[in-house]
């Protein structure tokens, strides 16, 4: 399989590299004895990305789409994955969605000599809106022009986006949607 990634590009480097990296893991793993496996975090702190450092709290306008679930979520994250290699200038991150039902979305930064604060946490969120408003994912639903990537997030059915540099810095964006008109009428 190592044959057909190409080493002139990034994205074939890359490919590699994790592909380097799960075969350590599985050797490394079955060196290991029996265990009764670690409890994961529903929202993959601690395995997919460091404790949170920073946090804003977007303005959230749309609930869950009805039709969207684990699966919709997955494609929407390979979508910005293939976006993000196959562009002339590719944008040095990997997208994950994690936790129990795929509800964490994580953003990776892949620049080691990037220095991640919350600045620049936001400036790749702004970078992310406009990526994810040409996804095919997003035009079919027909909300491109109008949701920022903290609507498309929530619309995807995310709890919260994570951008991180998986050392030490994780900047957090609850996605906490908008109480609805007969529970506020309720009242």
Same mark, same amino acid.
């Given at each position: 399989?190592?044959?057909?990634?190409?080493?002139?590009?990034?994205?074939?480097?890359?490919?590699?590299?994790?592909?380097?990296?799960?075969?350590?893991?599985?050797?490394?793993?079955?060196a290991q004895p029996v265990t009764t496996p670690p409890t994961v975090p529903e929202t993959g702190e601690?395995?997919?990305? !460091?404790? @949170?450092?920073?946090?804003?709290?977007? %303005?959230?306008?749309?609930?869950?789409?009805?039709?969207?679930?684990?699966?919709?979520?997955?494609?929407f994250v390979d979508q910005i994955n293939l976006a993000t290699t196959g562009a002339e200038r590719p944008i040095p991150l990997v997208a994950q969605a994690v936790g129990t039902n795929r509800t964490t979305l994580v953003l990776l930064n892949l620049e080691p000599e990037t220095y991640l604060t919350p600045y620049i946490a936001r400036a790749m969120l702004a970078r992310m809106t406009s990526?994810?408003?040409?996804? !095919?994912? @997003?035009?079919?639903?027909?909300?491109? %022009?109008?949701?920022?990537?903290?609507?498309?997030?929530?619309?995807?059915g995310f709890d919260r986006i994570i951008v991180t540099d998986g050392r030490g810095f994780s900047h957090e964006a609850p996605l906490v949607a908008p109480e609805t008109t007969a529970a506020t009428s309720a009242n």
């Open positions: 399989m190592h044959a057909l990634i190409s080493p002139q590009s990034r994205a074939g480097v890359i490919l590699a590299a994790l592909l380097t990296l799960t075969a350590c893991e599985t050797v490394v793993a079955s601690g395995i997919f990305f !460091p404790p @949170v450092t920073s946090t804003e709290t977007p %303005e959230i306008r749309f609930g869950v789409l009805a039709e969207i679930g684990p699966l919709q979520r997955q494609s990526l994810a408003r040409a996804l !095919p994912a @997003v035009v079919e639903l027909g909300v491109n %022009e109008a949701f920022d990537i903290y609507n498309l997030g929530a619309v995807m």
